[in-house]
């Protein structure tokens, strides 16, 4: 453990001479200094300061159970202690990994009985985009390999998680995306939905997938992937129209539905899985983040009866997979994630009680003049900012916007993030009532602060 004052001190420097940091301008950074955190609790991380911050967005997306669970530690203690590392290629496995894929499947609807592990949700990314075309494959359908995904969605950083997402300035770096993927609109209303009620607009951009999948015709397309809620994109909260159409496009066409559950999965939105809040059945489910609330990198892949059927009985080998998949520790620390996630309820807390409660309390944030919107599923909530609530005009510079509330909210001790022009939040689903409202009252005058500061 770094302990000397004098290592502590340095950390700083050493951290600009030898790191370079994911999604980061790394001479901005060094010039600005990196925060340091060293430690965490319930819903508060703490800096090498020792400043105190409220951590509302649960790491990124992912710390469900909140810091400093004790009961996890242990649990992989314990598991390191019998058995570090063994794989899951040649005909093995072990007791976590076997019993952890049993208890996801518990939680996952009757038709979603297998799971495929992997360490990360980009991972997740690049296996079922395997999957989906070799369930194709050997379906006798080698031609259905094209897959439709949506612009400013987001999938991962791998090659195919980069090409899968639809951030333009990703695809920029590496001549991204691969071939085989397009995208359509996102149910982004606010901002794309001109005229249109959210109802027309939810089914106009859900019949883009309609529109899609004839131009390239059904016999080419393999899938079709969403999140359920657009979390990186800006936490864009559908039209309630969209879902259902989108799946019943999904099946008349005979395209596999992809719900990329990375951040809705493990009760996010009051449901132990996102397609569930929306009513709907997806063929492929990517995981990650809150299956293991980020304790340990692990994430996988939930494959429905229909596609595993094939994967058993007709695929003979699936050449893929990673030499951490299943890996036992990060599956014992799943294990008791999902057991303290059961125990203390907090599915049903988050649907039924803290839920709602935040969801009013974000919801008051809508009387300030310069928001736009104030949207949450459960806890995970957007918030839009604008220059002119009547119109929904954007801030000329919207990147510049988020950025300035964000670190007014950070040098305030609220951890929030901004993508362009909204806020988001997502926090721990053990937050108080009582943390909600100090959330909630220091995010408002980051909002004064954006709002004088735009005055002057
Ligand atoms: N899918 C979604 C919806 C995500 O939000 C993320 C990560 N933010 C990923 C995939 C990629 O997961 P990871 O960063 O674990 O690779």
């Known amino acids: ?181 397009v995208h359509i609109n996102q149910p982004y209303w606010y901002v794309e939905g001109g005229d249109l009620s959210p109802a027309e607009f939810g089914l106009k951009v859900a019949r883009e997938l309609e529109e899609k999948i004839d131009e390239l015709g059904a016999d080419n397309v393999a899938a079709f992937v969403a999140e359920p809620i657009q979390g990186a994109g800006g936490v864009i909260v559908p039209p309630e129209t969209y879902w259902p159409e989108i799946s019943r496009i999904c099946k008349e066409k005979d395209i596999l539905l992809v719900s990329d559950e990375v951040i809705c999965g493990f009760g996010r939105l009051g449901s132990w899985f996102g397609y569930q809040h929306f009513g709907v059945e997806p063929d492929l489910a990517p995981v990650a983040k809150g299956l293991s609330s980020g304790y340990l990198p692990i994430g996988g892949v939930l494959v429905s009866d229909r596609v595993a059927e094939v994967m058993v009985n007709q695929i003979g080998d699936f050449a893929h997979g990673y030499t951490y998949s299943g890996h036992p520790v990060c599956a014992a620390a799943a294990l008791e994630n999902i057991r303290i996630i059961e125990e203390e309820g907090l599915v049903e807390r988050v649907r039924d009680d803290i839920g709602p409660y935040f969801a009013e309390a974000w919801k008051s944030l809508s009387d300030h003049e310069i928001v736009g919107e104030a949207v949450s599923v459960g806890l995970m909530a957007g918030l839009q900012l604008t220059i002119d609530k009547a119109t929904r005009r954007r801030f000329a510079k919207p990147d510049d916007v988020g950025t300035l509330v964000r670190n007014h909210c950070v040098e305030n001790g609220l951890i929030m993030r901004a993508t362009g022009d909204r806020m988001l939040a997502s926090p721990p689903l053990v937050i108080s009532r009582g943390e909600v409202n100090e959330m909630i009252a220091t995010l408002r005058k980051g909002l004064d602060h954006l709002r004088d500061t735009v005055k002057e």
């Not at 058995?83 to 952890?100: D, E």
């Not at 518990?106 to 979603?112: L, R, S």
């Not at 985009?129 to 991962?156: C, D, E, M, Q, S």
């Open 1 to 181: 453990m770094l302990k000397t004052v004098e290592t502590m001190s340095n950390l700083g420097a050493i951290d600009a001479a030898h790191h370079l940091h994911p999604f980061s301008d790394m001479k901005k950074l060094n010039a600005a200094g990196t925060r340091i955190i060293q430690r965490a609790e319930g819903v508060h991380v703490f800096d090498s300061n020792g400043k105190k911050y409220l951590d509302a967005f649960a790491g990124l997306w992912c710390v469900n159970v909140g810091y400093g669970r004790r009961e996890i530690a242990d649990a992989v203690f314990n598991q390191i202690n019998e058995l570090p590392y063994y794989n899951t290629f040649f005909g093995t496995t072990t007791p976590p990994t076997t019993l952890l894929a049993q208890k996801i499947t518990e939680h996952a609807g009757p038709k979603m009985n297998h799971v495929f592990f992997t360490n990360s949700g980009s991972e997740a990314s690049d296996t079922w985009f395997r999957i989906a075309r070799v369930y194709w494959k050997a379906l006798g359908k080698p031609t259905k390999t094209k897959i439709i995904a949506r612009k400013n969605g987001y999938h991962g950083s791998t090659v195919a998680g980069a090409s899968l997402g639809g951030m333009k300035w990703m695809h920029e770096q590496g001549n991204l995306p691969i071939d085989g993927i």
